[in-house]
């Protein structure tokens, strides 16, 4: 069975629809273990719910960024896969070269447009029509690394940051689970800036 580490900073709702799909037999995986960088956040208490082992490495009580993530690196284990939901701390070049290839990231925009952490305000204000949601490998850079899946969403005239993410949302709930059992499968290839998806 495939291994997966979850490392969120919030809520955890991308978390749970991955619970939700291994319940349901759609993403055929475990969560090893869930990790935040801050305590008290729904996305313990969520990984509690589903009886999954959780732990909190507060970025706060770390002087240096090497020292919180050689913390992670210890409460990680051996798994095959760093699942990325939520977790608003950029890793460093060294973490992600240890999980190249099997560090995943869910993003609230259509990369390469708009990364950062404030996709649905730079959307909103830059008017575009369309916006969505993309899954792809972490590489060295912020939001860059090879493309797995998108999904498209429209932006209405009225929306604000609020409605536009709850719709964006839904879609990032189908299309994770989904990419996160494509790698289960095998059939995701890094080819360059590529993900070649293997029938």
Known sequence: MVKLAVLCSGRGSDLQSIIDA????????????????????Q???RAESADIKNVC???????TRAEFEAEILKNLG???????AGFMRILSPEFVRKFTGRLMNIHPSLLPSFPGAH????VLAYGVKVSGCTVHFVDEGTDSGPIIMQAAVEVK???????LSARVLEQEHIIYPRAIQL???GRLK?????????D
């Open 22 to 41: 291994i319940k349901a037999g759609e993403l055929q995986a475990e969560i090893s273990i869930v990790l935040t960088d801050k305590p008290n956040v």
């Open 183 to 185: 790698f289960v499968e």
């Open 157 to 163: 005239d009225d929306d604000t940051e609020e409605t």
């Open 57 to 63: 490495v507060d970025r706060k009580l770390f002087a």
């Open 78 to 84: 051996d798994v095959d896969l760093v699942v990325l």
């Open 190 to 198: 890094i080819d360059g800036r590529h993900v070649v998806i293997r």
């Open 119 to 122: 996709a649905h305000r730079d």
């Open 43 to 45: 996305a313990l208490t």
